[in-house]
């Protein structure tokens, strides 16, 4: 089973940078599709952006062209690099491992075998 701890999250004004790792733990990892997730207050959880295991991605519309999802498999870590961030971007950040890339995209994360913890990330106007 595998396990993820992010890290990455903190305060920034708005058009900074911030870079998300979540580190994975377990064999199986590099077989698995992982995504990053966002929840903010009063609001659903939603996908920001998936890859799968031979690193094809997937991005939400509100991040393309500032956020890149990458995977690092012989260091089982996952990324998120987020650019030019907006006050709407503040949020917990949660890292998700699914057996399939269609799983970990399913709407809400229903579909996603392993959560991590969860990072919090604040733009500030």
């Known amino acids: 089973q595998v396990q993820l701890v992010e890290s990455g999250g903190g305060l920034v004004q708005a058009g900074g940078s911030l870079r998300l790792s979540c580190a994975a733990s377990g064999r199986s990892f590099s077989s698995y599709a992982m995504g990053w997730y966002r929840q903010a207050p009063g609001k659903q959880r939603e996908l920001v952006a998936a890859?799968?295991?031979?690193?094809?991605?997937n991005y939400a519309d509100s991040v393309k062209g500032r956020f890149t999802i990458s995977r690092d498999s012989a260091k089982n870590i996952v990324y998120l690099q987020m650019n030019s961030l907006k006050p709407e971007d503040t949020a917990v950040y949660y890292c998700?491992?699914?057996?399939?890339?269609?799983?970990?995209?399913?709407?809400?994360?229903?579909?996603?075998?392993?959560w991590g913890q969860g990072t919090q990330v604040t733009v500030s106007s």
């Open positions: 890859i799968t295991s031979g690193g094809s991605t």
């Open positions: 998700a491992a699914a057996r399939t890339f269609a799983a970990v995209r399913v709407k809400g994360g229903r579909s996603v075998d392993v």
